[in-house]
């Protein structure tokens, strides 16, 4: 089935400073690709998702990247803000006996300092 | 649009009795269901899919005797933790979709989470 490795598990950066996530999938055929923010204590929010036709999608400061031919993708977080703090997660959706469902990245813990 | 919310948010239990936790959709027709559960630092473990009116579907590995979903309804499903004892102590977050109402089939929407936590 499909799997998702995600890179760095955590990320540390200056305020106003950009941050990269990175994300790679084993399943060629993966066509959606969300990133979703969870705070402390809540639930997973989607915060910008990229369909397999495009290689770019922007959000004000938020990016995200794909490449398909290598088989992964990044979120891009420009002027960092202390809000931006949180754990990020990739994510793609699952084909066969995956079918419908999101398999998640491991996530990444940014701290964005002031 | 598109909420999803949890009751309780968070709930203490004894070790050996059961407790329910609601997720509805607010203002949507959830047709399908997820329930995950995520124990600190890690990422999201998918643990069964529920089709409104159909029973569940278990992810691999885990007990569906011992995590009862029911989804009746459009706008609500339930899981049961029966039994509980302290390794089922997590956070479980539900995520819902509507796929009958123009929908992509990618859309779902999460909940904010119940911490459960069994002494």
């Known amino acids: 089935g499909e799997n998702v490795e995600q890179h760095p598990s955590t990320l540390s950066v200056q305020e106003g400073d950009s941050a990269v996530i990175k994300c790679t999938y084993s399943?060629?055929?993966?066509?959606?690709f969300p990133w979703y923010k969870q705070e402390l204590g809540k639930g997973p929010q989607l915060i910008i998702d990229?369909?397999?036709?495009?290689g770019e999608k922007k959000d004000q400061r938020i990016a995200v990247t794909l490449n398909k031919t290598a088989k992964h993708f990044s979120l891009h977080i420009t002027e960092t803000q202390p809000e931006d703090s949180a754990v990020y997660f990739c994510?793609?959706?699952?084909?066969?006996?995956?079918?419908?469902?999101?398999?998640f990245g491991q996530g990444t813990e940014l701290s964005v300092k002031p | 649009g598109a909420v999803v919310s949890q009751h309780p948010s968070w709930v203490i239990c004894k070790s050996g009795t059961s407790v329910k936790i609601e997720c509805r959709s607010l203002?949507?027709?959830?047709?399908?269901m997820f329930w995950y559960r995520q124990f600190p630092k890690q990422s999201l473990m998918l643990m069964a899919t529920?089709?409104?009116?159909?029973?569940?579907?278990?992810e691999q590995g885990v007990e569906k005797d011992k995590f009862l979903i029911n989804h009746a309804s459009l706008t609500l499903s339930t899981l049961t933790v029966t039994s509980a004892h302290p390794e089922d102590s997590s956070f479980y977050i539900c995520?819902?979709?509507?796929?009958?109402?123009?929908?992509?089939?990618?859309?779902?929407?999460f909940g904010p989470g119940t911490r459960l936590t069994v002494t």
């Open positions: 203002d949507f027709q959830a047709t399908t």
């Open positions: 529920s089709n409104e009116g159909s029973k569940a579907t278990y």
């Open positions: 990229i369909r397999s036709n495009v």
């Open positions: 994510a793609t959706i699952g084909r066969g006996n995956q079918g419908g469902k999101l398999i």
């Open positions: 399943d060629s055929a993966s066509n959606y």
């Open positions: 995520s819902a979709r509507d796929l009958t109402s123009g929908w992509s089939l990618y859309e779902q929407y």
